[in-house]
Structures are given as structure tokens and as C-alpha cells.
């Protein structure tokens, strides 16, 4: 079955350390997202990849890094400057550009929950 | 430029009741719209989902939606709430310039015995 994988599922970072979250993809979707969703605010776009070798910044990109060096793959580090990383990321992907109607539309992968200790 | 606005982070409701979740929309293009549920700790999952044609959209678990273009609105609805319904529903929307989503604040469903 195609889908989108996230790992791990939970994952703890101590102060000042870098840490890489993996989300892998078997859609065959261009377009890949990372999410971070916190109590009460929703959904905020950290970066975002139509192609690859290409990603742009979201609303939120300061103290994050993306990389998309194969269309399956997007990874995110959260980086010792992100000073409150502890939230719930969120990975999707879609086909781009959508064209037909029935294209439209993200699947999500079952996100990573990141503490700081 | 779109946006979405969910009315009320937190929506209670007796099982077996009427479920009413409200989203209004704003676009400078004809919108496709999403309605989307999050269980706890999981990912977002769509419910259903309005591109063109049948204003009134039927999705999973017996929920349904119907676009009004002269309310701007894409309310979710289900007859009789069940305790599984209890979860986050996002409300979306798309002008399809860039393929992005932008997505509401969410509604947090609770169901009361």
C-alpha cells in the first residue's frame, strides 16, 4: 500500500542538539510539506518542496532545515536555534501540480512528537 | 489569497445528537475545499472533499458538507454523533495558484455520554 511514512514516532532532543526527523513517501508525489502543530494553533508550514533539489520556506522556516535530494524523501532538522522545538510535526505530500480535481489534496504521515529534556 | 475560519476551538455534543461543525472561506478564485480529522497523535486524515459539481459532499463515517458560494461557507455535518467522532477537525481550502493548502485553526469535537 502507498503511503507516507514518519520515524520515529517520538523522539527527545537535549538543549543545543541537532536532530533529524525522516519522512519517506512511496505516492509518487512531487510535492512534499513539513507541518509543526502545537495546543490550539493549528497547522503552521515550516517548508515546503515541489521538486527536487528545490524547497522554499514557510511561515515558520527559523531554526529549521530541509533537504529534498530524492523525490521519495524530505527530511527536517530541527537545529540548536529553533529555542522551542517541542511540538508535533507533521509531514504530507501531493501530486503537483494538481491539474484534475481528483489531485487535489494532502496525505499526512502520523507525525513526530519532539520533547526537549 | 485564501483563508479559513472554523467557528469555535471546541464544540461539545450529546451522542446520538446532531453534529454541526461551521467553516467559512475566503477566495479570490472558485475554491476547492477539504474538511480533514485528526485523532490524537496521529496524522491528519480527509473526510471528504469539494472540487466542482454536487454542492452537498458526502465523506467517511457518515459525515457530509455542502458548499455555499453565497455564504462562503463549507459547514461539516452527521446526523447522530458517536463517541469515535471525538477527535480535531480541520477545515481547508485551496485556490489551486500554488497547490497549497491553507488550513483552519481546527474544532475540537467532544462527544458527551
Known amino acids: 500500500d502507498g503511503g507516507i511514512t514518519q520515524s520515529p514516532k517520538y523522539l527527545f532532543r537535549k538543549e543545543g542538539q541537532n536532530v533529524t526527523l525522516s519522512c519517506e513517501q512511496n505516492?509518487?508525489?512531487?510535492?512534499m510539506y513539513w507541518y509543526r502543530q502545537d495546543p490550539g494553533q493549528g497547522l503552521r508550514l515550516i517548508y515546503y518542496?515541489?521538486?527536487?533539489?528545490?524547497?522554499q520556506k514557510g511561515d515558520i522556516a527559523e531554526g529549521y532545515s530541509v533537504s529534498r535530494e530524492k523525490k521519495e524523501s524530505f527530511p527536517l532538522t530541527v537545529t540548536s536555534a529553533q529555542k522551542n522545538p517541542t511540538a508535533f510535526y507533521l509531514c504530507?505530500?501531493?501530486?503537483?501540480?494538481?491539474?484534475?480535481?481528483?489531485?487535489?489534496?494532502?496525505?499526512f504521515g502520523s507525525g513526530t512528537r519532539l520533547t526537549v529534556v | 489569497a485564501q483563508s479559513v475560519t472554523q467557528l469555535g476551538s471546541h464544540v461539545s455534543v450529546s451522542e446520538g445528537a446532531l453534529v454541526l461543525l461551521r467553516c467559512n472561506y475566503s477566495?479570490?478564485?472558485?475554491?476547492?475545499l477539504f474538511w480533514y480529522v485528526q485523532y490524537p497523535n496521529q496524522g491528519l486524515q480527509l473526510l471528504l472533499k469539494?472540487?466542482?459539481?454536487?454542492?452537498l459532499v458526502k465523506g467517511i463515517n457518515g459525515f457530509e458538507a455542502e458548499f455555499k458560494k453565497s455564504e462562503t461557507s463549507f459547514h461539516l455535518t452527521k446526523p447522530s454523533a458517536h463517541m469515535s467522532d471525538a477527535a480535531e477537525y480541520f477545515c481547508?481550502?485551496?485556490?489551486?495558484?500554488?497547490?497549497?493548502?491553507?488550513f483552519g485553526k481546527g474544532t475540537r469535537l467532544h462527544i458527551l455520554p
Open positions: 504530507a505530500s501531493s501530486k503537483f501540480p494538481g491539474g484534475a480535481p481528483d489531485n487535489y489534496g494532502y496525505t
Open positions: 469539494y472540487t466542482t459539481g454536487a454542492t
Open positions: 505516492l509518487n508525489h512531487d510535492a
Open positions: 518542496s515541489q521538486i527536487v533539489n528545490d524547497f
Open positions: 481547508a481550502v485551496t485556490g489551486r495558484e500554488d497547490d497549497k493548502i491553507i
Open positions: 477566495s479570490s478564485v472558485p475554491p476547492y
